[in-house]
Nanobody
Framework: EVQLVESGGGLVQAGGSLRLSCAAS????????IGWFRQAPGKEREGISC????????RYVDSMKGRFTISSDNAKNTVYLQMNSLKPEDTAVYYC????????????????????WGKGTLVTVSS
């Protein structure tokens, strides 16, 4: 069974950077796309980005472009989310999940229909 474990969250001041990691196991990597999602307190879960593990293709929710960058290291079975110029409104629990390409809209729906989720890592951005 697919397992996803996030790490790298923590407290950062506005304008700072963090790199989140998602260690994946239990699946054939070329069959899945792994994405990052987040859920802020009192808000619905929203998508950030998705990377196809077969060909490396990346997609971003439009509002997430620019400051966030998804990447993968297949040798380490790990997907990363580099977050720069962080803002207080970025404060959320960040999750990785698979398969974020189950449909074109999965990423933009906030991950509806995704079966495999990590437990999340909390990112807190102070002003």
């Amino acid at each position: 069974e697919v397992q996803l474990v996030e790490s790298g969250g923590g407290l950062v001041q506005a304008g700072g950077s963090l790199r989140l990691s998602c260690a994946a196991s239990g699946f054939t990597y070329d069959d899945y796309a792994i994405g990052w999602f987040r859920q802020a307190p009192g808000k619905e879960r929203e998508g950030i980005s998705c990377i196809n593990m077969r060909d490396g293709t990346t997609r971003y929710v439009d509002s997430m472009k620019g400051r966030f960058t998804i990447s993968s290291d297949n040798a380490k079975n790990t997907v990363y989310l580099q977050m720069n110029s962080l803002k207080p409104e970025d404060t959320a629990v960040y999750y990785c999940a698979a398969d974020c390409e189950s449909s074109y809209y999965t990423l933009y729906s906030g991950g509806n229909g995704i079966d495999y989720w990590g437990k999340g890592t909390l990112v807190t951005v102070s002003s």
